[in-house]
T-cell receptor, first 113, second 113 residues
Framework: DSGVTQTPKHLITATGQRVTLRCSPRSGDLSVYWYQQSLDQGLQFLIQYYNGEERAKGNILERFSAQQFPDLHSELNLSSLELGDSALYFC????????????FGPGTRLTVL | GESVGLHLPTLSVQEGDNSIINCAYSNSASDYFIWYKQESGKGPQFIIDIRSNMDKRQGQRVTVLLNKTVKHLSLQIAATQPGDSAVYFCADLGGGSQGNLIFGKGTKLSVKP
């Protein structure tokens, strides 16, 4: 158990819909990272937040957004969902803004029908 | 561009044998590398890391070797056990990238009893 929690574990929705994935980092960690894992693209970095502020952005679509709240939990919002958005979404956390030694949560499996 | 890839997509070994999983990276400015293990249905689990000022680092039953000359990374698992069966990813934190761990496609390790 990495100490990173993610909810929900599974999510099934329809195209065009909007969903919110939630992540709580390890106690004391200030950075949260979001990744997408699909069969054809592997693990892709989406975005990093550090202490409430966006710190780095990767291959995140404009339909996706994230935020980190004062209690350091983070939410990833996915809107106008498409079939291709079906994937595993992982959250990771690290103690500082340095992106090394990230600890991953169990993931949320999103299925878009 | 930056890329991290694995030489072999699958590796099958006999229980008790040593396993070697290889990884190539392309960014010569990369200064930090991590190996992750991902079991079915779980998030990536940190195994071991190494910085570019080192050639070798040892953990419990695992050793990571870094050859900067040929931009090659390997993970050696001693006395492989059935519990080692998983997909192993190398990840690279390229110089100048913030929060952007670049993951390879992964190697599936199967341990035969």
């Amino acid at each position: 158990d990495s100490g990173v929690t993610q909810t929900p574990k599974h999510l099934i929705t329809a195209t065009g819909q909007r969903v919110t994935l939630r992540c709580s980092p390890r106690s004391g960690d200030l950075s949260v990272y979001w990744y997408q894992q699909s069969l054809d693209q592997g693990l892709q970095f989406l975005i990093q937040y550090y202490n409430g502020e966006e710190r780095a952005k990767g291959n995140i679509l404009e339909r996706f957004s994230a935020q980190q709240f004062p209690d350091l939990h983070s939410e990833l919002n996915l809107s106008s969902l498409e079939l291709g958005d079906s994937a595993l979404y992982f959250c990771a956390s690290s103690p500082s803004f340095d992106p090394d030694t990230q600890y991953f949560g169990p993931g949320t499996r999103l299925t878009v029908l | 561009g930056e890329s991290v890839g694995l030489h072999l997509p699958t590796l099958s070994v006999q229980e008790g044998d040593n396993s070697i999983i290889n990884c190539a990276y392309s960014n010569s400015a990369s200064d930090y590398f991590i190996w992750y293990k991902q079991e079915s249905g779980k998030g990536p689990q940190f195994i071991i890391d190494i910085r570019s000022n080192m050639d070798k680092r040892q953990g419990q039953r695992v050793t990571v070797l870094l050859n900067k000359t040929v931009k090659h990374l390997s993970l050696q698992i001693a006395a492989t056990q059935p519990g080692d069966s998983a997909v192993y990813f190398c990840a690279d934190l390229g110089g100048g990238s913030q929060g952007n761990l670049i993951f390879g496609k992964g190697t599936k390790l199967s341990v035969k009893p």
